[in-house]
């Protein structure tokens, strides 16, 4: 007889790697009678692997966990892993049982789609606390996504090689053209309704952009003055979630 991997360690039984074999047999107490009419139908080819349900495999966890065994917990995470979970689902789990690595990867798929998308379920399965977390941040990066749209990189007077470098910079044609196209090339993409660009991506699109109308050197004067973080928005903005969800988590051999 063998025992699933990690599930054996629950079990302090001797000589394991034998045990069930006609060198340590295993004897059950039946009387003959009974046990002849059973012995058709005993199949006593080699162990085949059980396949386990999600809920049986999260039922070993938490006896894994109860007996402190990390070769059981570590198999069972394995196998969960092999399932691929839905992300509401494994960031449930996360924060059921303290599994710090599940957050990330959760959060991200998480955040590909608005936060008033996610089903009933799928709210049932994060848990209230984490709904909120996942809400407010992707209202504040909509926040962000609105101001970035319509407030282009300040240009100022001006570049002082531009023809309309001074005080009325703000007034000239460059300027204009600069507002407008910014409005229409990076803010039409950055506050897209259904597919926003990611800012990690917007900072290589504006620097492609040509601005045909806007004298050159105000064009890099706008784009040196972007700000450094503008284009790790998105991604400081998933970290504060996955900080936050990591204040949550139980304390586990996993929570580190």
């Known amino acids: 007889m063998k025992l699933a991997?990690?599930?054996q360690e629950l079990l302090h039984l001797p000589n394991i790697e034998t045990l069930g074999t006609e060198v340590e047999p295993i004897y059950i107490s039946v009387p003959a009678k009974d046990l002849e009419v059973f012995v058709e139908w005993m199949n006593l080819d080699n162990w085949?692997?059980?396949?386990?349900?999600?809920?049986?495999?999260?039922?070993?966890?938490?006896?894994g966990l109860l007996f402190i065994s990390l070769p059981a917990t570590n198999w069972v995470l394995e196998e969960l892993e092999k399932l691929q979970l839905a992300p509401a689902r494994m960031l449930g789990i996360a924060l059921k049982f303290g599994i710090r690595r599940w957050l990330e990867p959760a959060v991200n798929e998480l955040f590909k789609r608005h936060a008033y998308l996610y089903t009933i379920e799928e709210r049932e399965d994060m848990g209230y606390k984490a709904v909120i977390i996942l809400s407010n941040a992707q209202l504040r990066l909509l926040q962000e996504r609105v101001n970035r749209s319509h407030v282009p990189p300040p240009i100022s007077y001006g570049a002082p090689e531009c023809p309309y470098f001074g005080p009325h910079?703000?007034?000239?044609?460059?300027?204009?053209?600069?507002?407008?196209?910014?409005?229409?090339?990076?803010?039409?993409?950055?506050?897209?309704?259904?597919?926003?660009?990611p800012f990690g991506e917007a900072v290589g699109y504006i620097q492609?952009?040509?601005?045909?109308?806007?004298?050159?050197?105000?064009?890099?004067?706008?784009?040196?003055?972007?700000?450094?973080?503008?284009?790790?928005?998105?991604?400081?903005?998933?970290?504060?979630?996955?900080?936050?969800?990591?204040?949550?988590?139980?304390?586990?051999?996993?929570?580190?």
Not at 48 to 63: K, W
Not at 169 to 186: K, N, P, Y
Not at 232 to 250: E, N, Y
Request: glycine letters at 6%.
């Open 169 to 197: 910079h703000d007034e000239s044609r460059c300027a204009q053209v600069w507002i407008a196209m910014w409005l229409l090339e990076v803010g039409s993409k950055l506050s897209h309704p259904l597919h926003p660009m």
């Open 5 to 7: 991997e990690g599930i």
């Open 208 to 256: 492609g952009i040509p601005f045909e109308g806007v004298t050159p050197q105000c064009r890099d004067m706008g784009l040196d003055r972007l700000d450094d973080s503008f284009g790790d928005i998105d991604s400081t903005i998933r970290s504060s979630v996955v900080t936050k969800l990591t204040a949550l988590l139980p304390m586990s051999a996993y929570s580190a």
């Open 48 to 63: 085949i692997p059980h396949s386990f349900t999600q809920e049986q495999l999260l039922d070993l966890f938490q006896v």
